[in-house]
T-cell receptor
Framework: AQTVTQSQPEMSVQEAETVTLSCTYD???????LFWYKQPPSRQMILVIR????KQQNATENRFSVNFQKAAKSFSLKISDSQLGDTAMYFC???????????WGLGTSLAVNP | EAGVAQSPRYKIIEKRQSVAFWCNPI?????LYWYQQILGQGPKLLIQ????????DSQLPKDRFSAERLKGVDSTLKIQPAKLEDSAVYLC????????????FGPGTRLTVL
């Protein structure tokens, strides 16, 4: 079975600081993709970053980067220079094999404080 | 490129009434998903279409929910009759064929059943 676990239900960070959100996953597939999605209070789900399992290099998108540890099945998200607009629910998700659907974690609620 | 469109954005109905949601995916995206997201939880896949065929509807409560995707483009999701527990945000997402799992989401429809 494929699973995604986010062990931090809530986190907070001061504006301009750095925060790391944790995600672990499990799959027996060799070909898979990992995602972080952000869901602000408006409830729209926004893609933050994507990592392809066969790529060793960690994905980066501006202030967002991941630490992908394939052997440990860990996929953490680092947000640098946190901004008030980063306040949101963050979901980690896995797409593996020919499944065609995303397996979702339960989410981490991040509050950026001024 | 236009994103995934959904309407209405908000809907309030009485229990036992009917409601329908509409989704127009990103142009050219073959796969379309409907999710139900209850407040405080992650998205739950209701149904997945590949073009105009159903790939997965295992979590769709078929006694009251129905969905169709005529002509393989836009889609409607219907609830008839609605129950109090159907209060949620209904998210539509689409994915390009062979797009490595990345789903793009619409703004969602927030349903309140009174």
């Amino acid at each position: 079975a494929q699973t995604v676990t986010q062990s931090q239900p809530e986190m907070s960070v001061q504006e301009a600081e750095t925060v790391t959100l944790s995600c672990t996953y499990d799959t027996s597939e060799s070909n898979y993709y990992l995602f972080w999605y952000k869901q602000p209070p408006s409830r729209q789900m926004i893609l933050v970053i994507r990592q392809e399992a066969y790529k060793q290099q960690n994905a980066t998108e501006n202030r967002f980067s991941v630490n992908f540890q394939k052997a440990a099945k860990s996929f953490s998200l680092k947000i640098s220079d946190s901004q008030l607009g980063d306040t949101a629910m963050y979901f980690c998700a896995l797409h593996a094999g020919n499944n065609r659907k995303l397996i979702w974690g339960l989410g981490t609620s991040l509050a950026v404080n001024p | 490129e236009a994103g995934v469109a959904q309407s209405p954005r908000y809907k309030i109905i009485e229990k036992r009434q009917s409601v329908a949601f509409w989704c127009n995916p990103i142009s050219g995206h073959a796969t379309l998903y409907w999710y139900q997201q209850i407040l405080g939880q992650g998205p739950k896949l209701l149904i997945q279409f590949q073009n105009n065929g159903v790939v997965d509807d295992s979590q769709l409560p078929k006694d009251r929910f129905s969905a169709e995707r005529l002509k393989g483009v836009d889609s409607t999701l219907k609830i008839q009759p609605a129950k109090l527990e159907d209060s949620a945000v209904y998210l539509c997402a689409s994915r390009e064929q062979g797009a490595k799992g990345t789903q793009y989401f619409g703004p969602g429809t927030r349903l309140t059943v009174l």
